[in-house]
């Protein structure tokens, strides 16, 4: 009933830059926290970048400073603009957000990911 559709990623070299989007849609009465994880081959899912409920916004080390996290409430749509590049980003990028239907019952969802690989 929810559906999440990430796009943006792709083939970059090392040091440039990528912009990957996340659009939610379907049966939406409030988005939650919403965000990016990323997994790459051998190693478990790790959060990346988030918005929180309360709209605080969290970073995993490895990347602050050079990601930064968006949103637009008008589209239910969150970004992520990848800066300086590294060759340990590559991964299998998804979007997750909890979503709230209009009995206020609130599920996890998941999108199908986009793979970013940065490499020369």
């Known amino acids: 009933q929810v559906q999440l559709v990430e796009s943006g990623g792709g083939l970059v070299q090392p040091g440039g830059s990528l912009r990957l989007s996340c659009a939610a849609s379907g049966r939406i009465f409030r988005i939650n926290a919403m965000g990016w994880y990323r997994q790459a081959p051998g190693k478990q899912r790790e959060l990346v970048a988030t918005?929180?409920?309360?709209?605080?916004?969290n970073y995993a080390d490895s990347v602050k400073g050079r990601f930064t996290i968006s949103r637009d409430n008008t589209k239910n749509t969150v970004y992520l603009q990848m800066n300086s590049l590294k060759p340990e980003d590559t991964a299998v990028y998804y979007c997750n957000a909890g979503i709230s239907d209009p009995y206020l019952r609130i599920d996890t969802y998941w999108g199908p990911g986009t793979q970013v690989t940065v490499s020369s």
């Open positions: 918005f929180t409920s309360s709209g605080i916004t």
